[in-house]
Each structure stands twice: as structure tokens, then as C-alpha cells.
Antibody, heavy 120, light 106 residues
Framework: QVLLVQSGTEVKKPGDSVKVSCKTS????????MYWVRQAPGRGLEWVGW????????RQSQKVQGRLTLRSDTAANMAYMELSGLRGEDTAVYYC?????????????WGQGTTVTVSS | SYALTQPPSVSVSPGQTATITCSGE??????TCWYQQRPGHSPVLLIY???KRPSGIPERFSASKSGSTTTLTITDTQALDEADYYC?????????FGGGSKLTVL
């Protein structure tokens, strides 16, 4: 069974950094890209970034560019997202989601989400 | 910047057919996906590569594309289908989501 299990709720102050982890199991971690998607309270889904665990290549949205670091640990089968310089608008549920590997295949397995609240 | 447009809300009676549209420039040239998100839950992939269903997704869910619009169709709509539905595509290296459509089963 393919599972993505994320770290717990975070409460941060403006300017802080937050690190969210995504522990994977049930599949070959290096064979599938990992996406990060967030959802602000009452709002829609927003793509944050993407990492290829096989080579560490990443891409990120313009909205978080320069503040986002994506990493993967192939020995531990884990993906990490670190967002620095937090602002109120970064308050959201952050999801890791596995790429289905097919062209245009979408994200076929999702983590349970990690709530990040940024408040002074 | 590229955008996908969905109706904010769609209503349907139980047992009837619901349709949710998603429009975007040159969408006919892009692969699209659909996701269902029930309240308090993570999204679930419903449709990929425009029209394909992952294993485990009921046949009641289907999608089609015509020109710059893709349409998700849910037949025999049930109360458990009440959720938010999102279309998604790629614009070069950027993933784009539609704004989401809230399906209400009255």
C-alpha cells in the first residue's frame, strides 16, 4: 500500500521558517516525482513546487520562489519542504502528492496535509 | 498568466447527472486532470490524461474535452459526491489549478 505521511501542525510567527516532512512507503521513492500543493483556509488548491528525488532537481511557483527549499532523502524515503520568510498569506494546509509518472497523469497519492499557521 | 476557469458552484438532485466545466486558453493542447476533495479530506485523483479513470474510481465519473473546455460528468449523483472539484493542467513548467467548483447534492 502506497502511503504518504506528513509531519504535524505548525504555528509560526511572521519571518520564521517552517519545515514539513513527507514520509513515503510502499513504492520506489526515487522513481516518482513529488509535488507540494497548498490550500489557504476556504480557498482552492495552489501548486507550490516539485522535486525529482532521483536527481534532486526542483521547480517552484513564482509566488514562493527564493523562499522555498525542497529536498529528498532517498535513504529514508522522505521528502521535505522548507519555507522561509513566512507571511500571513502562507497560512495554509500543505500537501505532498506523488506524481503518477504517466505524462499528464496527475497526482495519484496524497499525504494527509500539514496545517501551517503564520500569526504574530 | 495562464488560468483555468470553473463555475464556483453546481447543484444537482440525487440520481441526476452533474456537469462541471473547466475552460482555458489552448486547453485542447494540454493534458488535464480532475480531483475531488471532500470536506476535511485530501484531494483524490478522479481523471487523468483528459479522460482516463484511475483504478477504484467509479464509472459514474467521466470526462470529455471539446476545444478549450473540459467537462467532468457525474452520473447517478449521490450524496457522497458532494465535494469540491478541481481541474488541473500544466502551462510549460507551472502547474495550474482551476478555482474549484462546489458540488451540492440537493
Amino acid at each position: 500500500q502506497v502511503l504518504l505521511v506528513q509531519s504535524g501542525t505548525e504555528v509560526k510567527k511572521p519571518g520564521d521558517s517552517v519545515k514539513v516532512s513527507c514520509k513515503t512507503s510502499g513504492y520506489s521513492f526515487e522513481a516518482f516525482a513529488m509535488y507540494w500543493v497548498r490550500q489557504a483556509p476556504g480557498r482552492g488548491l495552489e501548486w507550490v513546487g516539485w522535486i525529482n528525488p532521483a536527481n534532486g532537481n526542483t521547480r517552484q511557483s513564482q509566488k514562493v520562489q527564493g523562499r522555498l527549499t525542497l529536498r529528498s532523502d532517498t535513504a529514508a524515503n522522505m521528502a521535505y519542504m522548507e519555507l522561509s520568510g513566512l507571511r500571513g498569506e502562507d497560512t495554509a494546509v500543505y500537501y505532498c502528492a506523488r506524481d503518477s509518472i504517466l505524462p499528464g497523469g496527475g497526482m495519484d497519492v496524497w499525504g494527509q496535509g500539514t496545517t501551517v499557521t503564520v500569526s504574530s | 498568466s495562464y488560468a483555468l476557469t470553473q463555475p464556483p458552484s453546481v447543484s444537482v438532485s440525487p440520481g441526476q447527472t452533474a456537469t462541471i466545466t473547466c475552460s482555458g486558453e489552448n486547453l485542447e493542447r494540454k493534458n488535464t486532470c480532475w480531483y475531488q476533495q471532500r470536506p476535511g479530506h485530501s484531494p483524490v485523483l478522479l481523471i487523468y490524461q483528459d479522460t482516463k479513470r484511475p483504478s477504484g474510481i467509479p464509472e459514474r465519473f467521466s470526462a470529455s474535452k471539446s476545444g478549450s473546455t473540459t467537462t467532468l460528468t457525474i452520473t447517478d449523483t449521490q450524496a457522497l459526491d458532494e465535494a469540491d472539484y478541481y481541474c488541473q493542467t500544466w502551462d510549460y513548467i507551472t502547474m495550474i489549478f482551476g478555482g474549484g467548483s462546489k458540488l451540492t447534492v440537493l
